[in-house]
């Protein structure tokens, strides 16, 4: 089945730094890869959308600035949180579409702790 | 824009007891309603999903319901396992359309040995 590969599973940032997590569909083609985001004991909410070749919509509330969206090629988005602050620890997973009506892939997620 | 209110929060049940989780939307365009299972720290596994062109669909253990008229969904497990215990979330979208997957807030079933 269709897998989705997410890169790193686990991060520890000090605040102010950026990280980056890829977030790869790794045996089929994904124009579209969704971000999430979910905090302890919570849903999990949207961020933004990515198309190949075209800028993230984000979500209402989403800072574009802060969370930069790159999807360069059909196999491979990334979400750099950038300036990171404790408040910005959460769980952050990815998830590709691979064509319209069909079921949405996650991948695996990254925990994310800004001390 | 979509919202989806999931209810109980909470759900705990014994071992072979069925368990319900309710779901409702508000965009009457959603057609496509899956359901999660997620572990702790673990991704969302997609257990059940339907369309809007079908009332019910059964797999084994787990069955989901759709009312369109009332915009409601519904995940039924029957004979409960302790290794059913998990958060589950049910969303809803517009395939076809955006494709963005709208959650609910979990309910988090303990199956009880």
């Known amino acids: ?115 | 824009g979509e919202n989806v209110e999931q209810h109980p929060s909470t759900l705990s049940v014994q071992e072979g007891d069925s368990a319900v989780i309710k779901c409702t939307y508000s965009d009457s365009a959603s057609n496509y309603f899956p359901w999660y299972k997620q572990e702790l720290g673990k991704r969302p596994q997609l257990i059940i999903d339907i369309r809007s062109n079908v009332g019910e669909k059964k797999d084994q253990r787990i069955a989901v319901t759709l009312n369109k008229t009332a915009k409601h969904f519904s995940l039924h497990i029957t004979e409960t396992q302790p290794e059913d215990s998990a958060v589950y979330f049910c969303a809803a979208t517009t395939q076809g359309g955006s494709e963005k997957l709208v959650f609910g807030k979990g309910t988090k079933l303990t199956v009880n040995p």
């Open chain 1, 1 to 115: 089945g269709a897998v989705v590969s997410q890169h790193p599973s686990r991060v520890i940032c000090k605040s102010g730094t950026s990280v980056k997590i890829e977030c790869r569909s790794l045996d089929f083609q994904a124009t579209t890869m969704f971000w999430y985001r979910q905090f302890p004991k919570q849903s999990l909410m949207l961020m933004a959308t990515s198309n190949e070749g075209s800028k993230a919509t984000y979500e209402q509330g989403v800072e574009k600035d802060k969370f930069l969206i790159n999807h360069a090629s059909l196999t491979l988005s990334t979400l750099t949180v950038t300036s990171a602050h404790p408040e910005d620890s959460s769980f952050y997973i990815c998830s590709a579409l691979l064509r319209l009506n069909s079921p949405l892939h996650f991948g695996n997620g990254t925990r994310l702790t800004v001390t």
